[in-house]
């Protein structure tokens, strides 16, 4: 429990439980500190809450929070510290409206090695998942939807009988006990080696592909969304390389609440115009895990914070040139010296005959006529 220290030579602070002291001045203010969640620490008005965690969390197996720097800006510093050895893969847990700042802020101090690949899911993981697979996410809720966006595969499926072939369709057909009721059933049809047989899907005790590749597709597309079960987290893989045991410290800067400061003036009741400050700080554990021995750190100031939305996919616009498709190229109509000889040659060849027919003619009208 804090409480107030009585020694005020260095000005008022208050104690923890790990003997830490908040002092109170015009810059920074530090402590070592026990604040655990579920408590509201209202002697100190030091109040922890676990609501809606905005702030990132990591694993407690490999990492541990152990500095905590909260700005009068409206942000925070969280370092997390480890002692690993070797190669080593470090997970942190992110909540997505933080992995913005994640992304602009993340620093890893690793003394005795050097950081390899950093990497997370992207913003849609399970569209991204979805993308090349044959079938779509909301067939994995429903049998036959997935059997039939899966047409022409090849299954094995047994119930009354065994059955092998090749997938053509599920269809749904209404049924009846006996007794007047009804129920929908759905029915596989497949094509066998003997030709089109079908069976009762709700009447199998077990189905599988015969394609081991496709068998993976879906055994990916089931882990990604057990991966991605929680929409608003995203998990941040962190790899280190190096040799040996060695400390090594993750930190990132994330939106904090705004911490406040409250003071208490008591006067002397002697009348000697002397009197005691007593200052005080208000913080708010919103980080959805315990502060327990962790280095507290106040600063005051203005700092200049922004957001950048570094999760969002951006592309750039290109502009669209269209393909050139000519048309045929055809020759000009000859108007120079073939086309002349070629219509002084059809003209001759129209002279000759009509030339004969008028000798003709005439020959027949110069006849005498015979008695």
Known sequence: ?????QDTKNGPHITSESSGKIMFSNNKSETKSSLNRPVILATALLTSTCLSTPFTSAQAQELSLERVVLSSGGVGYFEYGANIAGDADLEVDIRLDQVDDVLKSLVVFDGGGS??????PGKAPLDVAFRDLPFPRTALGNMPALLNSLTGAEIVIAGDRELSGRLVNVTAERGNTGNSTDFVQHRVNLLTASGLQSTVLERSTSLRFVDKELQA?????LVAIADNRRQDRRQLDVRLEGQGSRDIRLGYVVAAPLWKTSYRLAVSPDGDDTGEMTGWAILENMSGQDWDDVELVVTSGNPVTFRQALYESYFVNRPSI???????ILPPVDGGSVAMEADKERLQNLRGPMEQKMSFAAGRSAAPMQE
């Not at 429990?1 to 220290?5: G, I, K, N, R």
């Not at 950081?115 to 997370?120: A, N, Q």
């Open 1 to 5: 429990m804090w409480a107030p220290d």
């Open 217 to 221: 597709q879906i055994d990916r597309a």
């Open 322 to 328: 269209p393909v050139e498709v000519l048309g045929r």
């Open 115 to 120: 950081l390899g690949l950093v990497s997370m």
